[in-house]
């Protein structure tokens, strides 16, 4: 334990993702002795993260305006829609540089055992978004995981109805894993051999 | 290092840092375990999809000072694959999970009839004939002829009932739960007071339910599927609410995946 100050910014670190409080510790030693301009730029990436980021209304992306820079570039396919569960499974998406279509963020994936339903999701959202017709595709990008499966199953299962056509990323995926961990190339293999979605 | 080697079924994982996991399993002889898997968040690591809830596997596992770590898993049987694919399936098989749990409070503490009903119970559901999508658009609900389906969500009640007896908390549907008698009508069930209870011991305010009902229950009870299959949906209907009420009661907990499993 330290007193005062570097405590209170060594507990606040802690409670980061991944940041246990050793960890903690040697960031705050660490920035004690970094130079004060660069700690203040970062500081205020901070401030300014919280203050100018949002969520796109439209797809659930981050976004610095109403929408995000994904759903305001009209040279995006706007028949194809990638159903993912967080925004960075976006950024893992656009990283491969096959995908021209748009997104549509859940916040998550169905997990009955967390209490966490359909409801819980932005699935309303998507089949609002479904309504008019003009989405041909619906790939659904969940991740390669069981509750990410059936989370796709469920959806694929609401859409039916609507005679979209619906595919899942397939081929050269492991399954078990979370999407964003997925390289680029396995990624870009698995979008060209996505498979028809039939429930 | 101390180690041990058994075999379990996965009821759980946490996402630990930054691609581990921790994962619940109800192992055959150590009972509810939880144990580490270092880099399984990865989509190259050497666990794949061998530690997702549902999974039927044999896993090497070494004590670590705070948590045990998984060094080795193989599958034995994957039950999440067929569940995943069929969702009132898989939000049954996930309140079995959840059940497992809740009937196996204390760690490492052996229980091993509770893992054989789960794994019977989970082999149950992926063979359960839930209606396919053609079913539901042009058949009526009931049954085709040849095979008789086993609902999913009677499956589940069935889980419930053994689970319940092996726990000691048998719902008693054959005599008053109260007075013992066999020769009254039994006419009310009364979740506190262990099940159905006869007109002089009926607490006010329980449930009086169908006799088709409680028929239902003691088949679920004793696996006569014959006689279930017959039931009609209203008593099925009735019989999951007075079975979710009962467990609910003696767990002293809700089951928190019972509000989204889905009746086919
Ligand atoms: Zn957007
Ligand atoms: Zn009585």
């Known amino acids: 334990m330290y007193e005062g100050v570097i405590q209170h910014l060594i507990d606040e670190l802690g409670r980061l993702p991944g940041v246990g409080p050793k960890g ?7 920035l004690l002795a970094t130079d004060p301009d660069d700690v203040r730029r970062l500081a205020a990436a ?31 396919d706007p028949a194809v829609l990638c159903v993912v569960e967080e925004p960075k499974d976006i950024a893992a998406v656009e990283k491969i540089r096959e995908f021209r279509g748009r997104y549509h963020v859940l916040g998550g994936a169905i997990s009955p055992i967390d209490g966490i339903g359909p ?4 699935v309303r959202e998507l089949m609002a978004r479904l309504a008019d017709g003009a989405v041909t595709e619906l790939i659904l990008a969940t991740d390669p995981n069981l509750e990410g499966e059936a989370t796709a199953t469920y959806i694929a299962r609401l859409v039916k109805p609507m005679g979209i056509r619906v595919t899942r990323p397939a081929s050269g995926l492991p399954v078990g894993g979370d999407l964003e961990y997925a390289d680029e190339v396995t990624l870009g293999r698995a979008f060209e051999g996505r498979r028809l979605l039939d429930v | ?14 996402k630990l840092g930054e691609a581990d996991r921790i994962i619940t399993l109800l192992t055959r002889h150590n009972g509810r375990v939880r144990a580490v898997a270092r880099g399984v968040r990865r989509t190259k690591s050497r666990f794949g999809a061998r530690l997702e809830p549902f999974t039927h596997v044999d896993v090497m596992v070494h004590n670590g000072r705070s948590l045990d770590v998984i060094t080795q898993a193989e599958v034995i049987r994957a039950y999440g694959t067929p569940l995943a694919a069929d969702y009132p399936k898989y939000t049954a098989g996930t309140a079995m999970l959840e059940t497992a749990e ?10 091993i009839r509770q893992f054989l009903l789960l794994v019977g119970g989970l082999r149950a559901l992926g063979e359960a004939v839930g209606p396919g999508p053609d079913d539901l658009a042009g058949e009526p609900a009931g049954t085709p002829a040849g095979e008789a389906p086993r ?6 009640d069935a ?13 008693a549907l054959e005599e008053c739960s109260r007075c013992g008698a066999k020769d009254k009508p039994l006419v009310a069930f009364a979740v506190a007071a262990g099940g159905m209870a006869c007109a002089d011991c009926r607490p006010s305010g ?14 679920l009870l004793r696996g006569d599927w014959d006689e279930a299959i017959r039931s009609e949906r209203r008593h099925r209907v009735e019989c999951s609410g007075l079975v979710a009420a009962y467990l609910q009661w003696h767990l002293e907990h809700s089951i928190r995946s019972l509000r989204h499993v889905e009746r086919a």
């Open chain 1, 24 to 30: 903690a510790q040697r960031i705050a030693f660490h």
């Open chain 1, 119 to 122: 409801d819980d999701l932005r």
């Open chain 2, 159 to 171: 889980y419930f009932l053994r689970s319940l007896t092996f726990a000691g908390y048998a719902p």
């Open chain 2, 102 to 111: 809740r009937f196996t409070p204390v760690e490492k503490e052996p229980a």
């Open chain 2, 151 to 156: 609902d999913p969500r009677m499956v589940l």
């Open chain 1, 46 to 76: 901070l401030i300014e993260m919280t203050e100018r980021v949002r969520f796109c209304k439209t797809c659930g992306n981050v976004a610095e305006a109403e929408q995000c820079r994904i759903c305001l570039d009209t040279r995006r």
């Open chain 2, 206 to 219: 329980s449930a009086a339910p169908a006799p088709q009902t409680v028929a239902l229950m003691v088949a």
């Open chain 2, 1 to 14: 290092m101390q180690g041990y080697r058994d075999d379990g079924v996965v009821l759980r994982t946490q």
